[in-house]
């Protein structure tokens, strides 16, 4: 084209479709492109680019799932179920089949020392601790306590001492022995606590013992002025 038509202010219809088909021959000599006109007032321009290696698309890797697998799970009649040949390898499996030695360092003193008290002690069994066992040791070291009036050896040690031998049973009247000397069916116990209580119901003593600390320890308080005051207002 001439520059005095691209100087010029206007341009005739001709002189755009002329500027329009050599931007199309500049356009399909780069590019390769095919134009399609499919009526008088639309043009259609189909670009055939081909692009470069590093702009194609990249495979997606493939994924480690583990599905293929067998699984822990199976389905059993509709019942979730664990395969049990899955849960241990062979090696574990051979292991927990067979029993193992295992290496005693230190014995307790119980099986180094002897079973019995021997002959001299009737053949008495060591001692099977029970809780029962422990409140009737407890008891008859505080027995000072429940009996005040006798005189009985001191005992240092705060936690009752467990016999390495013993063996309770029940006294069994003799025919020898009074009827006045025999306990009554309704005062008999299992055991010492029980015993203690049945005594406890019938004197009261430790009740009337825990008044007398109470009304030293609460004088000059504030029950002890309101049990004054009580009293001066009922005389």
């Known amino acids: 084209m001439s520059l005095d038509v691209m100087e010029s202010s206007t341009l005739s219809e001709d002189q755009i479709d ?63 179920q664990i395969r049990p040949e899955l849960l241990a390898s062979t090696d574990q499996q051979k292991l927990a089949d067979q029993l193992r030695p295992v290496d005693i360092k230190g014995k307790s003193k119980k099986e180094d020392g002897p079973v019995d008290a021997g002959k001299e002690w009737f053949n008495m069994p060591l001692t099977t601790v029970t809780p029962a066992l422990k409140r009737d040791l407890q008891l008859i070291q505080m027995r000072s306590v429940l009996d005040p009036h006798r005189h009985y050896k001191k005992m240092n040690s705060k936690k009752p001492k467990i016999p390495q ?34 005594t406890e119901r019938d004197s009261g003593r430790f009740k009337r013992k825990y008044a007398e600390i109470q009304a030293v320890k609460t004088s000059g308080k504030k029950a002890h002025y309101k049990k004054l005051m009580a009293k001066r207002k009922k005389s």
């Open 18 to 80: 002329q500027l329009l088909q050599e931007a199309e021959a500049r356009l399909r000599s780069k590019t390769g492109t095919s134009v399609a006109t499919h009526s008088q007032d639309e043009l259609t321009l189909s670009l055939n680019e081909d692009k470069p290696e590093f702009a194609k698309r990249q495979p997606i890797p493939s994924l480690q799932h583990g599905l293929d697998k067998t699984s822990y799970i199976q389905d059993h009649g509709g019942v979730a």
């Open 165 to 198: 031998f013993s063996q309770t049973g029940t006294i069994v009247e003799g025919p020898t022995e009074f009827y006045s000397s025999r306990i009554n069916k309704k005062d008999r116990a299992k055991n010492f606590v029980e015993e203690a209580m049945a």
